[in-house]
């Protein structure tokens, strides 16, 4: 069975604060990763997808992948009121399709 | 900017009545996705269709379910006969690729089984 995992959370960070949400695999076959954003009640919002080992930056997110490690992170650096929401971590294998983790609660304060 | 448009937002039926939601991809992508998430629960895989047919599915997509592409636009779920449990949101998503590239959400329908 593959699985995703992430921590439920919540975790709460003061806003102007760095939030780091974390995620590992089971299928070493995995190839593709994908972090959303979900609020309460709404459809998932893609926030970032990245493939290969290392990081990948865009605006206040950098995403990191470790394969060997089956680990990927996302950094949100200078967190706002409005990054509240409940981040999900999605692996892709080639002949399947997204699996999502159950999510972690991310709560900034103000 | 393109998106993901479902019908209807929030459906309500009677168990062991017929639904089919409604979902329009976006109009360049090749591959459509249905997905649910029961409340309180995680987002979960239920079929992946590409060139008018299943290329995947899961466990949770049985007899009951069936997906179709009736016309060059639209794509849908059916449940053929509902039950307490099928109540969830569900999600139409699309992607340019076989999952290599990144699948776009819909709003999703509520489905409410009373």
């Known amino acids: 069975q593959k699985e995703v995992e992430q921590n439920s959370g919540p975790l709460s960070v003061p806003e102007g604060a760095i939030a780091s949400l974390n995620c590992t695999y089971s299928?070493?076959?995995?190839?593709?990763f994908f972090w959303y954003r979900q609020y309460s009640g709404k459809s998932p919002e893609l926030i970032m997808s990245?493939?290969?080992?290392g990081d990948k930056e865009d605006g206040r997110f950098t995403a990191q992948l470790n394969k060997a490690s089956q680990y990927v992170s996302l950094l949100i650096r200078d967190s706002q009121p409005s990054d509240s929401a409940t981040y999900l971590c999605a692996a892709y294998q080639a002949g399947t399709a997204l699996i999502f983790g159950k999510g972690t609660t991310l709560s900034v304060s103000s | 900017e393109p998106e993901v448009t479902q019908t209807p937002s929030h459906q309500v039926t009677q168990m062991g009545q017929e639904v089919i939601l409604r979902c329009v991809p976006i109009s360049n992508h090749l591959y459509f996705y249905w997905y649910r998430q029961i409340l309180g629960q995680k987002v979960e895989f239920l079929v992946s269709f590409y060139n008018n047919e299943i290329s995947e599915k899961s466990e949770i997509f049985d007899d009951q379910f069936s997906v179709e592409r009736p016309d060059g636009s639209n794509f849908t779920l059916k449940i053929r006969s509902t039950k307490l449990e099928d109540s969830a949101m569900y999600f139409c998503a699309s992607s340019g690729g076989q999952g290599d590239t990144e699948a776009f959400f819909g709003q999703g329908t509520r489905l409410t089984v009373v």
């Open positions: 990245i493939y290969s080992n």
């Open positions: 299928d070493r076959g995995s190839q593709s």
